[in-house]
């Protein structure tokens, strides 16, 4: 191996680690405010790749039916929630967000389809559509089981992840699609090619994960979700709505994830089921940090992404071995240096 | 009481139901229209739909259709159960090979015929009592191994690079081209795998690349064969290029894209079938499929894959006459007799080639089931 094989194989790396650092921030996030492991968050990828491609075709993406599908359940289960607890004044707000947005949405995505609109406008579309199923499906189907426990959490979420699957492939077909590239610009550095993409996907990567920084820091809402990461029951006593910090971390879940969908798209031709594999990297990438850490998974990401890339090099069949092997010493390593508590509101 | 008129009309829709299925044929297909498989499986099934439940001899056919989730398990668990509760008197499936390789114990336990949908020569060989039910209806890869070597002898290659799936499906084409490639005196100077959901496989092509071979074979299936096809052509190579009957499907080419052209690939000669001389016996099977098969699901929708299944009805057309002599549907005889009928399928020409089974080979494709097939602009266009 040369060095110019080692700078291609670093830049291919580097590139699928900024992916995989997206969707471990998200599975942190999601873990921390809700105790929910995310394993759907590979279904958001796909499906924001895939309605993307749709979009460039022309055709009305799936997912329009299921956000509508969604709504319609969000929207019933609302009401009789209001019913129950006669408390009828939140309820129209509620509708809007649960209800009306997303059906605005739709209906927006619905028409826009056939025009074939500029190609960042579709990308607007693409992630208005993934991001707000992700809403939705806090509301369907982990809010009314908010307080269970961790275990359960995991198998709705594992039961959350093969609906999404099986839809995926209903939506979508068993074939795969691949999206232009935002840019065929190169840029030489010495001896090596670094192609624009690659810039691209690392620049939004970094754009993004600054714009979480900025409103975990500054702003009240991102407050809010700290504090309930950090302690769910003060944060209530203090007057955040669980309910709310849920919303808004899946929200923002199902953005990461929608983003990494649409940069990921025109490098590789993504199918209904790519998306798990992904998250599963970004999941080895969290491990990292404990689920906890944001720098740590973020790390751990690109370590995994840098790893393959060289593991595909030097041993292409055991690439995949090689990779989720990484997870026993870190978990190791993990388990000695850090000191374990129960938690007691589990 | 309100109940009651409705439980009568019940038990009478179910007098007339099994009425009408007494000495009908039943056909237990086993496909996999999702998991990994379902690229294959899917057209498959859509082939079985199109075919509705046609009349053969007097004897209507009807097939009960499962899917089984391209997993072996589930596979058996289909054929077991048809067997068993539905007492079908043959069995399709199922569409990839580790599926119809577990199948077998099954169908040679009951002693129902079964034909595969599945590549692999492994499915039928060797010749003994655990193949003796079992045919298969796609050529063997070891025939498109060497259409492909062959091309690649009289094209002056000399070396050539290969990358494949990390599964049954590569290994098994490594292990055909291996020997194809030894015998026409071509050299593989680097073997690289991948998986098809992987989202990079620079790492491979980077490799090959080093290894400069005149031409390199990517034996996938559907559009994951053309993540390395891109990269390579992406990465500057300026060899040939191979891939294998597996992407011959309208999705590929819409994948691949530019990228494709000037690639080549064995495939079974439906895919290109108007392009074939008038007097080629496939050509009219393949016609009245591929023509069928478009009206109902789209212009270019046609795949290979539906092509194994619909060759697996025609052999089954020219079978169950022969077997209406010796038994009735539902019995042992009839089931053996099929067996037999099967076994003797003389000149059967399908949508993908002419099938000449007998009991040293239950598979009895040859040459005619394979032609070279270039992809231009978005095409694809017979080699002459």
Known sequence: MDLSIAALLAQDGITNGAIYALLALALVLVFAVTRVIFIPSGEFVAYGALTLAALQLGKSPGTVGLLVGLALVAGAMECADAVRRRAWRALPRRLALYFVAPLAIAAAVHGAAPLMLAFPLQIVLTLAIVTALGPLLYRVAYQPLAEASVLVLLIVSVAVHFVMLGLGLWFFGAEGSRTPAFTHASLRIGEVNVSGQSLLVLLFSLLLILALYVFFDRTLYGKALRATALNRVGARLVGISPNLAGSLTFLLAALLGAFSGVLIGPITTVYYDSGFLVSLKGFVGAIFGGLASYPLAAAGSLLVGLLESFSSFWASAYKEVIVFTLIIPVLLWRSLTTQHHEDGHD | ?384
């Open chain 2, 1 to 384: 009481m309100i109940r009651s008129p409705f439980l009568i009309l019940a038990a009478a829709l179910a007098l007339v139901a099994t009425g009408a299925a007494r000495g009908a044929i039943s056909v237990g297909v086993t496909l996999s229209a999702t998991g990994p498989a379902a690229s294959l499986g899917i057209p498959e099934k859509n082939t079985f739909e199109l075919l509705g439940a046609p009349v053969i001899s007097g004897q209507q056919v009807n097939f009960i259709i499962l899917d089984d989730k391209s997993d072996t398990t589930e596979a058996v668990k289909n054929t077991r159960k048809l067997i068993a509760e539905d007492k079908v008197d043959v069995i399709i499936g199922s569409t990839i090979t580790p599926n119809s390789l577990a199948m077998r114990d099954a169908v040679n336990e009951a002693e129902v015929p079964m034909l595969s949908m599945a590549a692999s020569a492994l499915i039928i060989a060797p010749t003994d009592p655990k193949t003796r039910w079992v045919f298969k209806t796609p050529q063997n890869d070891s025939l498109m191994a060497d259409a492909i070597a062959v091309h690649m002898r009289a094209n002056g290659v000399r070396t050539m690079g290969y990358i494949g799936f990390a599964d049954a499906y590569g290994d098994s084409w490594l292990t055909e081209m291996r020997r194809s490639a030894q015998t026409a005196g071509i050299r593989i100077v680097a073997e690289e795998k991948y998986n098809r959901n992987d989202t990079s496989v620079t790492g491979q092509v980077l490799k090959l690349l080093a290894a400069q071979p005149d031409a390199i074979l990517i034996a996938g299936s559907g559009t994951p064969a053309a993540t390395p096809h891109k990269e390579l052509v992406g990465r500057g190579y300026r060899g040939k290029i191979y891939q294998t009957h597996g992407v011959a499907n309208a999705d590929f080419l819409r994948v691949v894209g530019a990228d494709g052209n000037g690639a080549f690939l064995p495939a079974g000669p439906l895919l290109v079938y108007e392009q074939l001389p008038a007097t080629n016996p496939v050509r009219s099977s393949a016609a009245d499929y591929v023509t069928r098969y478009e009206k109902k699901y789209g212009a270019g929708s046609r795949t290979t894959f539906g092509g194994h299944a619909w060759d697996a009805y025609v052999l089954l057309a020219r079978a169950i006459p022969e077997a209406l002599k010796h038994g009735q549907p539902g019995t042992a005889a009839f089931r053996a007799a099929l067996r037999d009928a099967l076994e003797n399928s003389r000149e059967v020409a399908g949508s993908n080639g002419v099938f000449n089974i007998n009991p040293g080979d239950h598979n009895g494709m040859d040459n005619r089931a394979r032609v070279m097939v270039k992809i231009d602009n978005g095409k694809w266009l017979l080699v002459k």
